[in-house]
């Protein structure tokens, strides 16, 4: 059975700050992953995807990497602002057909 | 544009009491829909999902369940609540060919005392 796993649960940080969230899975027999963010009380919004296939997908200031064999993956957030405060959860596929397999998520605080 | 509808954004109920959750897509047909929970200190958990018009998979055994009326509508229900039915709840949708992409509701957090 698939395990998603999301290491620290909580991180706060000063504004500017480069940060590392990290993201693990028990089955690499993986399709893609993904990764969203959740403001307080509202619905999740999809970051970055990455197919099995590939070690990284890039938008904005905010970088995901995946090794699949490892069962890994992190999203690097660069010059972290305020405005990145909120909780962001990773995902995992085992198939397109499959269902999405979430982790805890980390919430993050960026102090100004 | 694909929009997505859920209602109410927050509820308050006793326990026993019934539930009825409402969630509606728009610009687009034959979705495939779901229904998650968010409980405190645990993940999103998927509770049911629905490829066509009165076809429910269960993802957990509990106390709710769900139902597609519509091609775009699907509702989550409870003949009676329990504390533990107390959450965050989310429905989202996706296309037929690519069920991992999905795009979520803003939530209904249920208070169940």
């Known amino acids: 059975k698939q395990e998603v796993t999301q290491i620290p649960a909580a991180l706060s940080v000063p504004e500017g700050e480069n940060l590392v969230l990290n993201c693990s899975f028990t089955?690499?027999?993986?399709?893609?992953l993904q990764w969203f963010r959740q403001d307080p009380g509202k619905g999740l919004t999809s970051l970055l995807l990455?197919?099995?296939?590939?070690r990284e997908q890039t938008s904005g200031r905010l970088n995901a990497s995946l090794d699949k064999s490892s069962g890994r993956s992190t999203l690097y957030i660069a010059a972290s602002q305020p405005g990145d405060s909120a909780t962001y959860l990773c995902?995992?596929?085992?198939?397109?057909?499959?269902?999405?397999?979430f982790g805890k998520g980390t919430k993050l605080s960026v102090k100004p | 544009s694909q929009t997505i509808h859920q209602w109410p954004a927050t509820l308050v109920q006793p326990v026993g009491s019934p539930l009825s959750l409402e969630c509606t897509v728009e610009?687009?047909?034959?979705?495939?829909l779901y229904w998650y929970r968010q409980a405190a200190g645990r993940g999103l958990q998927l509770l049911f999902y629905?490829?066509?018009?009165?076809?429910i998979s269960s993802e957990v055994p509990q106390n709710l369940s769900a139902s597609r009326p519509q091609d775009r509508q699907f509702i989550l229900s409870s003949k009676k609540l329990l504390l533990s039915d107390s959450g965050f709840y989310l429905c989202?949708?996706?296309?037929?060919?690519?069920?991992?992409?999905?795009?979520f509701g803003a939530g209904t957090r249920l208070s169940v005392l």
């Open positions: 629905s490829v066509g018009i009165g076809q």
């Open positions: 989202a949708w996706s296309g037929r060919i690519a069920k991992n992409i999905q795009y």
């Open positions: 990455i197919q099995s296939s590939q």
């Open positions: 610009g687009t047909s034959n979705p495939n």
């Open positions: 995902a995992v596929t085992r198939g397109s057909q499959g269902n999405l397999i």
């Open positions: 089955d690499s027999a993986i399709y893609n």
